[in-house]
């Protein structure tokens, strides 16, 4: 098969799922996006790349309570960067094959023909250690970390696509990185890949 496809990876944080995202892009030779769409999106809107970040995953949270006190606007900031990533995947997905991180990609792209949408999770005490030992967190600063970041992205992929960002229903293959770590997990889900669009071993 010669088409194009994607590969969509949602992930819990501290699972690991962005290094194995990155190594399966490596191991296939597609191109790999993830902060890529929020420096678009960026350059699009006409915003830092800081805002992008702080705002595109913390749908209805406390964060416009604390940074738009005033109430000025704030959900359609966040409507319209949704809209503007949405673009950007979707012009992505018709012009090449590629891996793409988050951002509601099964989602957006859940007509698209050529699709297998991949779920990273691990349980706490893995995605824990993984937080001290490979990104040099404090213990304390681990446990907020896994928390909000649980909280946002769960909140945002609730917020626009309407169900959980773990959902069965709408994922192809689930995987707990703990069992075989980023290498191993990697090497699961490019066979998947390969099975399902008849790609050549290279």
Do not use: W
């Not at 999770?121 to 250690?129: S, T, V």
């Amino acid at each position: 098969m010669n088409e194009k496809f994607v590969v969509t990876i949602a992930r819990q944080f501290g699972s690991l799922g962005r290094p194995i995202a990155r190594l399966v892009s490596e191991k296939l030779g597609i191109e790999y996006y993830d902060r890529d769409i929020v420096e678009m999106a960026a350059k699009n809107l006409n915003l830092p790349v800081s805002t992008i970040s702080d705002v595109e995953e913390s749908a209805k949270s406390a964060f416009f309570n604390m940074n738009y006190p005033l109430g000025m606007g704030t959900t359609a900031i966040q409507d319209s960067i949704f809209s503007v990533q949405r673009k950007i995947i979707v012009d992505l997905a018709e012009r090449e094959s590629c891996i793409i991180v988050g951002r509601c990609a099964d989602h957006i792209l859940k007509d698209y023909k050529n699709i297998i949408n991949v779920f990273i999770y691990a349980p706490y005490e893995a995605r824990l250690a993984n937080c001290v030992e490979r990104l040099d967190m404090r213990p304390d600063e681990a446990k907020k970390m896994i928390a909000s970041v649980d909280k946002a992205r769960e909140s945002y992929h609730r917020h626009y696509c309407g169900y959980s960002m773990s959902d069965k229903d709408n994922k192809h293959v689930m995987l707990d990185s703990s069992l075989l770590g980023v290498e191993g997990t990697c090497e699961v889900v490019v066979d998947i890949i390969r099975r399902k669009f008849q790609l050549p071993v290279k």
